[in-house]
């Protein structure tokens, strides 16, 4: 038995045979004929020096050293992949996948893509909404906008907006809830998804530092901040808003953010990508958009008295 590995053709189409455990299926995959990949398994197979599949009337099975070979076999072509995709990546200026929170793209990110896309119509824009930590070298992702605290180890990141949260209303509402002791006997909306960050904003911390005692209880849950942001534009209640997801909100007088008080959070956004991917042209462009259109929303920051949250105890 040689110790060499077999040609490569031989192990994608045992590959392919294992995974659809059918060699019509396979060579139909790999555009080959069942002929041409029964002959690959087999030469895989003199290679060896024992069967991988054993040939039953109308199907195949995987005899010992096939289900032994199969798993590493399907993650090597896999890796394999992924890193084609990636080096072809480095030459691709054409397209940019980026990826964020659905909260964060669908109520900052695609109301001001249109805008970026004029200014660069030979980029093609693509978006993955998801809250999973996105791994560069495997995801097929070229620039990723977190929110949390970090830190983002061996990657270039940069802070683009700073977070804070004061209480936010619609303006029929804000006409009966003039003073912040009216919150006392307003419904108050929560958001669940803040939770993971370590010192915690939520009415508890605004109505400590407004000095109104705790807050009344209950009132509406949302796992999202945004659908929690379009019920109190509805008028269903108050909410303790994130001003990165109701600027245009704000902008717009959907809703109205009446009290001086804000509660500045630890946690932050950053745009992030593999160190030197920064640099180049289309990505650049876009962190530079990204970064010029969080430096517009500062000027919302003035009339308002900050408290920073890990300076809060109670």
């Not at 019509?24 to 041409?36: I, Q, R």
């Not at 802070?159 to 006392?184: G, N, Q, Y």
């Not at 108050?188 to 010192?199: E, S």
Request: charged share 25%.
């Amino acid at each position: 038995m040689s110790t060499r590995l077999p040609p490569l053709t031989a192990l994608r189409a045992f590959e392919a045979a294992a995974r659809h455990m059918s060699f019509a299926a396979a060579a139909n995959e790999l555009n080959v004929t069942p002929a041409a990949l029964s002959f690959q398994i087999k030469s895989l197979e003199d290679h060896l020096g024992q069967p991988v599949f054993r040939r039953l009337n109308r199907a195949v099975e995987l005899t010992k050293a096939g289900r032994l070979l199969a798993p590493a076999t399907s993650e090597g072509f896999a890796t394999l992949n992924a890193a084609w995709q990636n080096v072809q990546r480095l030459t691709d200026s054409q397209t940019l996948t980026i990826t964020a929170g659905p909260a964060f793209t669908a109520k900052w990110l695609a109301p001001r893509m249109f805008d970026f896309a004029q200014a660069h119509p030979d980029i093609e824009l693509r978006f993955s909404a998801t809250l999973r930590l996105i791994d560069f070298d495997r995801d097929e992702v070229d620039v990723a906008i977190r929110f949390g605290e970090g830190p983002d180890i061996g990657l270039y990141s940069q802070d683009i907006i700073h977070e804070w949260m004061t209480p936010m209303m619609s303006p029929e509402m804000a006409k009966v809830i003039r003073t912040p002791e009216d919150l006392r006997n307003a419904t108050l909306l929560h958001q669940d998804d803040f939770k993971f960050i370590k010192q915690s904003s939520n009415w508890n911390t605004w109505f400590h530092e407004q000095g109104l005692g705790p807050p009344p209880e209950g009132g509406p849950r949302f796992s999202q901040s945004d659908h929690a942001n379009d019920a109190a534009i509805a008028g269903t209640g108050v909410v303790l808003g994130r001003y990165s997801l109701t600027e245009r909100a704000l902008r717009d007088n959907q809703l109205v953010a009446p009290f001086p008080l804000a509660i500045a959070v630890t946690a932050r956004y950053r745009i992030v990508c593999p160190e030197g991917v920064e640099n180049r042209p289309h990505i650049k462009a876009f962190i530079d958009w990204v970064l010029k259109e969080a430096a517009a929303m500062h000027k919302c920051r003035e009339p308002r008295r900050f408290v920073d949250q890990k300076d809060i105890r109670f």
